[in-house]
């Protein structure tokens, strides 16, 4: 199908929509980023941190940025980016922006809410991402297992 393959990346003007699932000789099928078991691989612009986004079901405004130590400094309005440490998506591609982060006392992680930069409700032409160096990528990565 045009050269689409599983596991390529999908992004639209706004930002990462997600990631080739399924393709067969004249479709394909994106699990999208507000898909409960999608995660995103992303990075804080301010400090580099590299953490999980990932949609809990809920708003497809929003998701939860995940395990992100309380040592690290989160502030409502940084910024999230993908982090390229995938094949999926090349470095800097806009996810969202942290709207809200609370730390309990005692607790070791911060939750996170994220807005996405996304709208999936306005979604209309998206590109897929062809790395030509994600096969090579993909082995290496499954020859740690």
């Not at 804080?44 to 809990?56: E, G, L, R, S």
């Not at 502030?75 to 800097?92: H, M």
């Not at 911060?110 to 979604?123: A, G, P």
Request: hydrophobic letters at 35%; aromatic letters at 6%.
């Amino acid at each position: 199908m045009d050269g689409i393959e599983e596991g390529m990346g999908v992004i639209c003007g706004q930002g990462v929509v997600g990631i080739i699932k399924t393709v067969s000789d004249h479709f394909s099928i994106a699990i999208p980023t507000i898909h409960t078991n999608a995660g995103v691989s992303c990075r804080m612009v301010k400090n580099n941190y590299i953490a999980t986004i990932q949609w809990d079901g809920k708003n497809p405004n929003y998701a939860n940025l995940l395990d992100v130590a309380s040592h690290i400094n989160v502030e409502e309005g940084d910024t999230l980016v993908t982090s390229g440490l995938t094949p999926i998506f090349p470095k800097d591609i806009p996810v969202g922006i942290v709207e809200n982060c609370k730390l309990k006392s005692g607790d070791s992680y911060y939750t996170i809410r994220v807005k996405l930069s996304t709208d999936f409700r306005r979604l209309d032409y998206v590109h897929i991402i062809a790395n030509p160096m994600a096969k090579e990528q993909n082995a290496l990565y499954n020859g740690l297992d």
